[in-house]
């Protein structure tokens, strides 16, 4: 193929026919001027003379042969025997001597050859100026691209190889290393274990010792046989067992201990389902115990802790570095050396490679680190709280690295889930509104998860020292975190709006006017049972505040599903909304008509025929507030809904408490109904008049006096009966 400057390239002839047509169209206006004009033919000559002369190509320089050309393959670099097309003659006239063009690269320049005309000798021959240049023959550089991949390939071998041995090495190390602690820890037990046994013999010889003594002081009483009093080998090994039996459960109670520990996190959302509360000493005096357990199954580092201590305390960031990763993977192990660590005094260097900014990969180790030293212990949480990392750790939450944040956020959690005091000290460091920004960027999900927890945490025990400003904040960042398609985000957020209910009727309110209730409601809708149950504890907090309060709750639609969670099969999940409805039925009137409109009550009545005791006392509660509540109207629709039934069934329990709930619910039936006669009928049908009277004589006198009063105001027999027990006692 040849090649050629693009100064030298001829134009073809649909280029030519292109130009032709464009310049008649540009000089058609002239063509007839021209014609009778000889001056300007002669310069239309001149011109087309001029641009032939510039086309002209350079003379053609003879060059040597290839060394590649053979008797079969033509050399492209000789010059061709073949006459030039007419196109391309030179005419003779003296031309000027000039120098031959440079040759340019040419590697980009490759064209397609030039269409024929017609014969051989109007190809163009191939024209090349300077040196020689080969075309590169595949079949020889294939061989050198093969070799130069084969090097390619050994080195990558080699470097993987040497990856490999470092890894392995690495590996070999840490293997060693816990080998050696193993090993220390065996020395370590088997020491203690001829501790124990030197002191089990010293206690049986000094036993020994004690009733030889004894003998002597009392020859009198040794027994005529000759027996001696000196202990024989079967009681040696009875001691022996005895203290083994001690040394045993000693170490089952290490274990439970231990187990407690790993596990505290699920008791306190156990605790928090339940509504139990614990004494704050109580929880310290146990964590203490656990702590002693827990030191005593520590690793045993002391061969390393300080070096790994001084290591971080040097300003070299590498061996700072390597230290801080190393005190993490310890403090990560099944049996962490915490309390090691900390009386080696790791926390201020920790600390202050945590404000380290420049160096995102050892604030991330640091912060680690003191995440899983603030996870031990209440005493490990409070060493860290003591040391000041409650500040440096908030700060960390507007880091721009967001490995730094979540690490951040975990180490927060357990110190805020320590307890009300370590959940103060947080938030007068200023962890909410951090926190709360971190929900307003792309983050991961675990990371929403875990500012979630956070957030429910700081609520969870209860009087938080929060300003109005912040506590606003929160009521909106809840509804975003309710608001979440993850199920768990949903659930936890959720318990934080209960546990943020109970700061009082402002904090409600704050919750209403966020719109928050509208998507508790829907999340009653939830197939999740944790959703379920957290969403009917954080609607029944608000429905139990003030008329608008649960007037919000009520207009949010909640009344159905209520009704539907009466025959729930969780008996927690049909308690509690019957526990919601008991406080939605103290209302107004209003409050009252829409329960009755969406057939709450017939529901009601079916719980309280239940066999469960505190679904039944909730739902007579509900049924006992509807009584109190309700309008002239309203009581003759509940009377004919089948209350009076019900109530009557209920006084023939045996729960006193519920017997006078329903003796005060009837006295209100009767006090608002305008049919005195009749209700005292349906009363007496269901067997109720019976029931009264036998009550006249219960043994809680507030019973037995309500029951007198009923009898006396409303039923006849009633008064004919008092009468013959006067006259009976004159």
Known sequence: MSFRHPSTIRLTPAMQRRFSKENEKKKSTKVNEEKLNLKSIRERRERLQAILQSRRLPPLMPTPSSSRSNSNTKNPHQPSNMTLSPHWKEKEQPKPERQPTPQPNISNLRLTPLPSRGGHSDRLPDIRQGQEQEQPDDDVQRPATQEHLQQMHDQMTQ???????????????LLNQKKEQQLRKQKKQEQLEQEHMQQRAQEAHEEENRKRTEEEEKPQEQPETGESTTPTADEGATADTAADTAADKTQEKEDTSQEAAANV??????????????????????????????????????????????????????????NTERARVHLSSNNPPTNQFIRAGILPPLIACMEKGDSPELQMEAAWAVTNIASGTSDHTWAVVDSGAVGVLVRLLSSPDMGVKEQAVWALGNIVGDGAECRDRAIQEGIIRPLINLLYVTMPLSLRRQVCWVITNLFRVKNPIVSPEERKECAHALKDLVGHIDTQVQADALWGVAYFADLGPQAITELVESGLVRDMVQRLYSDHDRVVTAALRATGSVAAGTNEQTDAVVQAGALPIYREMLSHTNPGVAREAAWILSNITAGTTRHIQLVMDVQVVPALISAVEKNDAELRKEATWALSNLTAGCSTEQVDVLVNTGVLKCLCGVLAGDDPGMVLVALDAINNIFKKTEKDEATARIVESYGGLETLKS???????????????????????????????EEKQQ
Do not use: C, P, W
Request: aromatic share 4%; glycine share 8%.
């Open 695 to 725: 009550l006249q004589s219960h043994q809680e006198m507030q019973i037995s006096k309500m029951a007198k009063y009923l009898l006396k105001a409303y039923f006849q027999d009633g008064q004919e009966d008092e009468e013959e027990q």
């Open 265 to 322: 996190e699920e008791k306190h959302e156990k605790e928090d389902q339940e509504g139990a509360t614990t004494e704050e000493g109580g929880e310290r005096e146990g964590e203490e115990e656990e702590g002693v357990g827990q030191e005593a199954e520590e690793d045993d580092i002391s061969d390393e802790v300080n070096d790994i201590v001084e290591g971080i305390k040097s300003g070299d960031y590498r061996l700072q570095l390597s």
């Open 159 to 173: 470097d993987i190889q040497q990856l490999m041995q470092q890894q392995m090495q690495q590996m070999q190390q």
